[in-house]
């Protein structure tokens, strides 16, 4: 299934889906048939399980050719690399170090390792100089803090310095500059005794996106697909928080982890036939789980 997604022309293009969304109300030369370095790393972390070795790198070797001078990668692009929509998104400079990362950890470079060096040290130079907020967040939505890319981007420092792509100084700085993203994680991403919270009986949560860089406490995000209305950043929830602990960052049994789960059991799940879905976030405009 996953393999059909991979463009003929380019080995390695792995496109987002063959899909274009509200495609019989208009014509969109992107739509989902475009591919995101986001979308691609998961799947190639899907594909190097089922050890499918020579998909995996030339999935490598596309986004080490597609990479920005700068360090980044575009929002997404064709297959033969031609920019679409031209938004900055961290955890799309972040994923490809941890890709690259885990295919030196399993001696699958080859060749590429010197290239894929390269690429990594001008990605992470690109994270440490405009992180931890994102211009854009995972949902292409909203600029600012949020869990998800946050939790990428420090996994990608860390993995980074660990698998030797840096130079010694730049090593330690980059585990540092982790050290203290993930320190401050919960002053950028975490409220406590919200209105919510006292309704279920919570100490707090953690909030889908904070705007700003003081607490998530206060302040407003605006809602991009409801006309740009407003919800008070405390009271917005998601589901990014869950990377905190698929990344290692903290513990399931964490009880800020373990009462936003509670949060949002209650506010994004869905009984369906087939089993529990989830929204996206509260108050989503699309209004599909």
Same mark, same amino acid.
């Given at each position: 299934?996953?393999?059909?997604?991979?463009?003929?022309?380019?080995?390695?293009?792995?496109?987002?889906?063959?899909?274009?969304?509200?495609?019989?109300?208009?014509?969109?030369?992107?739509?989902?048939?475009?591919?995101?370095?986001?979308?691609?790393?998961?799947?190639?972390? %899907?594909?190097?399980?089922?050890?499918?070795?020579?998909?995996?790198?030339?999935?490598?070797?596309?986004?080490?050719?597609?990479?920005?001078?700068?360090?980044?990668?575009?929002?997404?692009?064709?297959?033969?690399?031609?920019?679409?929509?031209?938004?900055?998104?961290?955890?799309?400079?972040?994923?490809?170090?941890?890709?690259?990362?885990?295919?030196?950890?399993?001696?699958?470079?080859?060749?590429?390792?010197?290239?894929?060096?390269?690429?990594?040290?001008?990605?992470?130079?690109?994270?440490?100089?405009? /992180?931890?907020?994102?211009?854009?967040?995972?949902?292409?939505?909203?600029?600012?803090? #949020?869990?998800?890319?946050?939790?990428?981007?420090?996994?990608?420092?860390?993995?980074?310095?660990?698998?030797?792509?840096?130079?010694?100084?730049?090593?330690?700085?980059?585990?540092?500059?982790?050290?203290?993203? #993930? &320190?401050?994680?919960?002053?950028?991403?975490?409220?406590? +005794?919200?209105?919510?919270?006292?309704?279920?009986?919570?100490?707090?949560?953690?909030?889908?996106? #904070?705007?700003?860089?003081?607490? %998530?406490?206060?302040?407003?995000?605006?809602? *991009?697909?409801?006309?740009? &209305?407003?919800?008070?950043?405390?009271?917005?929830? /998601?589901? &990014?928080?869950?990377?905190?602990?698929?990344?290692?960052?903290?513990?399931?049994?964490?009880? *800020?982890?373990?009462?936003?789960?509670?949060?949002?059991?209650?506010?994004?799940?869905?009984?369906?036939?087939?089993?529990?879905?989830?929204?996206?976030?509260? &108050? +989503?405009?699309?209004?599909?789980?």
């Amino acid at each position: 299934m996953i393999k059909t997604h991979e463009g003929r022309t380019f080995p390695g293009s792995l496109v987002a889906s063959l899909s274009t969304p509200w495609g019989d109300t208009h014509k969109d030369a992107g739509g989902y048939h475009l591919v995101w370095p986001r979308d691609s790393v998961e799947v190639g972390f %899907a594909m190097l399980a089922c050890g499918l070795i020579a998909e995996v790198r030339a999935l490598m070797a596309y986004l080490i050719a597609i990479q920005q001078p700068d360090g980044h990668w575009m929002q997404n692009n064709f297959t033969d690399g031609q920019p679409y929509w031209q938004g900055i998104q961290l955890d799309e400079v972040a994923l490809p170090v941890l890709f690259a990362a885990k295919l030196h950890e399993q001696g699958l470079l080859g060749e590429m390792q010197g290239a894929a060096i390269r690429m990594a040290r001008k990605a992470l130079a690109f994270i440490a100089q405009y /992180g931890p907020a994102s211009p854009q967040d995972r949902w292409e939505e909203n600029a600012g803090i #949020n869990p998800f890319t946050l939790s990428v981007s420090i996994a990608a420092l860390v993995a980074g310095a660990k698998a030797g792509f840096l130079e010694e100084g730049d090593k330690q700085y980059a585990l540092d500059l982790a050290d203290d993203w #993930n &320190e401050r994680l919960e002053s950028w991403v975490y409220v406590k +005794d919200t209105k919510l919270d006292r309704e279920l009986g919570i100490d707090g949560h953690y909030v889908r996106l #904070n705007p700003n860089s003081h607490s %998530a406490r206060f302040g407003d995000v605006m809602l *991009r697909n409801r006309n740009n &209305e407003t919800i008070s950043t405390r009271a917005l929830l /998601g589901m &990014e928080y869950l990377y905190l602990v698929r990344l290692g960052l903290r513990k399931a049994t964490d009880k *800020r982890i373990e009462d936003t789960t509670k949060l949002v059991d209650k506010l994004l799940c869905m009984q369906l036939p087939a089993g529990p879905y989830y929204y996206r976030y509260n &108050e +989503d405009g699309y209004g599909e789980p």
